[in-house]
């Protein structure tokens, strides 16, 4: 490696799915603006988002409605005012979104709409059937690129640049050139995704690896609701493929689940049956694995017009088939995997996050608008309302948030420039990468299987144990994939923490020991910050 050059920009935008597209679009004519990728440009969480985005749109919906259903799935731990700015800015992000020539499904010159889990409407607008997200990060680049906005993908941001407790930039491993270099920025932007890969069963691409929320966490900003982590009920499980997510558009369409004696069991668990929230739906199919000892329940189509689905579905329809299944006529494995993750960097209503300088939108961020459950097809929503919202206000950079409405304290970079260095994972005597790849395969099991769907305070604090004797090694000059290791190890930790912490049960979060909800003791959000205990306001 080549020592570290240095480049200038006003605005630098780590991530470029949906929030840091949207977040870029904004801030472009405000000044010099960078956005960066790990991988090529468009290869994103948003890019393989399927089902759709919701908005109320249709004759025969209201804001009003939207707001009560995104409230119910968040098992009453939803930031209301966080909501009300989703529900009610959505709609003009998406027809800006249409201006810019996102073109969704309609029927004749109407938007079509279809109907997922926990919504009283159907208000999910997709766009070549279910290639919703593909299409919008092409409307979002064309827009993009017509402005001065400079891409630069294949670079992995290892760390943030602290002088005097402010966020003054990033450091960055160029893979391609095999170089070390540091933008440094009048604002910073985290739109770095999701993270999760962090379980060994997820629908979530393999760059979900929670970067920002531990490069976030180390340089001192506060974390919050880390703990509430979404498990999707329909992964295609097949042996040795990846975890291919069937949507939830498919039980809005009309599909049904069965268990290996084909027995339709939603009806049993739920009122709203098949279309009930997605933490319910998945909880009650780990009840039927464990009440029938199989693998996998079927997700089953055929009850469906063959012709519609192959139109509606064709994405899913190809995939399947690659596999020798055919959606139309033959039932189809699945089995729940992580999906979202309703926590992340804490900011207020406008990005900022407790860091000076430092922003975070997308799905790295909470602000608290999905509460402990996220409503289906409100993240690509999130990323547009949200994302927009962040770039207005880095532009001028504005102080730091008191998202806790306490003052908040930044913990290291006091005095001088520096680097938040890894804290964790250390060694300057190169181990195999073999060794890491073998404790990350370990730490994502740990997940899984303690961490996941139901927990405890044992499988937790065993997880917690575990963990503590799998930090990965990281060699003196790590690549990309060593710091993703230590990363994920990182992630891994803060959740399984939050998870104990939170002695009760509410949306995603599950715990045996604690199976109902306690709004006085813990309707109030999760924070943890480096060095500092679990804490909840
Ligand atoms: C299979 C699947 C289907 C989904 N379907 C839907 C749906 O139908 N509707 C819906 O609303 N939501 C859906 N979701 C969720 C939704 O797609 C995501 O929450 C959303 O797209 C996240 O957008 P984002 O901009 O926050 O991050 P992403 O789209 O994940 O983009 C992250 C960006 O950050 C970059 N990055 C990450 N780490 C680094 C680093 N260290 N250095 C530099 N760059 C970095 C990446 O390269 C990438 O450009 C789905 C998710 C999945 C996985």
Excluded at 96 to 120: P, Q, V, Y
Excluded at 154 to 161: I, N, P, R, S, V
Excluded at 182 to 196: Q, S
Excluded at 473 to 479: A, D, E, I, R, T
């Amino acid at each position: 490696m080549k020592s570290p050059r240095t480049r200038e920009a006003d605005y630098l935008v780590i991530g470029c799915g949906v929030a840091g597209l949207r977040a870029a679009i904004e801030l472009a004519g405000a000044g010099k603006v960078l956005v960066l990728s790990k991988a090529e440009l468009t290869e994103s969480a948003t890019q393989y988002a399927q089902g759709g985005i919701a908005a109320a749109l249709s004759d025969e919906d209201e804001i009003a409605l939207h707001y009560q259903d995104t409230l119910q799935a968040g098992d009453s731990l939803c930031h209301q005012a966080a909501v009300k700015i989703l529900v009610e800015e959505g709609p003009a992000r998406i027809q800006e979104l249409i201006e810019w020539g996102a073109a969704f499904d309609r029927n004749g010159t109407k938007l079509a709409f279809t109907r997922e889990g926990a919504h009283s409407r159907s208000r999910i607008l997709h766009a070549h059937g279910d290639s919703t997200g593909r299409e919008i990060t092409r409307a979002l680049f064309a827009r993009a690129r017509a402005s001065s906005i400079e891409f630069l993908p294949y670079m992995f941001t290892t760390e943030l640049l602290l002088e005097n407790g402010v966020v003054v930039g990033a450091r960055l491993l160029d893979e391609r050139q095999k170089t070390i270099s540091e933008i440094r920025a009048r604002a910073l932007l985290l739109a770095t995704g999701g993270l999760g890969q962090v379980y060994s069963e997820t629908t979530n691409p393999s760059l979900a690896t929670g970067d920002g929320v531990a490069i976030a966490y180390r340089a001192g900003a506060v974390l919050r609701d880390i703990e509430f982590v979404q498990f999707h009920p329909t992964a295609l499980y097949c042996q040795g493929a990846p975890r291919f997510l069937l949507s939830e558009a498919l039980r809005g369409e009309g599909a049904c689940l069965r268990n290996v004696d084909l027995e339709r069991f939603m009806p049993r668990y739920h009122e709203a049956a098949d279309l009930a929230p997605r933490d319910v739906v998945s909880r009650a199919l780990m009840m039927e694995l464990l009440k029938t000892g199989a693998e996998f329940v079927y997700l089953d189509l055929t009850g469906l017009d063959p012709e519609h689905v192959r139109a509606r579905f064709p994405r899913i329809y190809a995939t399947c088939q690659e596999h020798n299944l055919d959606i139309t006529a033959d039932l189809l494995p699945v089995r729940p995997a992580a999906h979202y993750a309703m926590g992340g960097i804490a900011t207020d209503l406008d990005g900022r996050t407790t860091l000076a300088g430092l922003f975070a939108a997308g799905e790295v961020a909470c602000n608290g608008v999905h509460g402990a459950n996220r409503l289906a097809s409100n993240s690509l929503l999130e990323g547009l309302v949200y994302g927009a919202r962040a770039g207005r206000a880095m532009a001028p950079s504005q102080a730091p948030a008191k998202v806790s409405g306490r003052e908040e304290k930044n913990k290291v970079g006091k005095s001088s420039s520096r680097v938040a260095a890894n804290p964790g994972p250390s060694g300057s005597n190169d181990p195999l990468p073999a060794d890491g790849a073998r404790r990350v395969a370990q730490i994502r099991e740990v997940m899984w299987q303690k961490v996941g769907i139901i927990r405890s305070a044992e499988s937790l604090q065993a997880a917690l144990d575990i963990l503590a004797r799998l930090a990965p090694p990281l060699p003196s000059s790590p690549g990309r994939t060593q710091y993703e290791q230590s990363n994920l190890h990182i992630v891994a930790e803060v959740i399984a923490r939050c998870a104990l912490a939170r002695e009760e049960s509410r949306g995603a979060h599950y715990r045996s020991d604690f199976p109902c909800r306690d709004d006085e003791r813990w309707g109030r959000y999760s924070r943890i910050a480096l060095g500092q205990p679990v804490t909840f306001e």
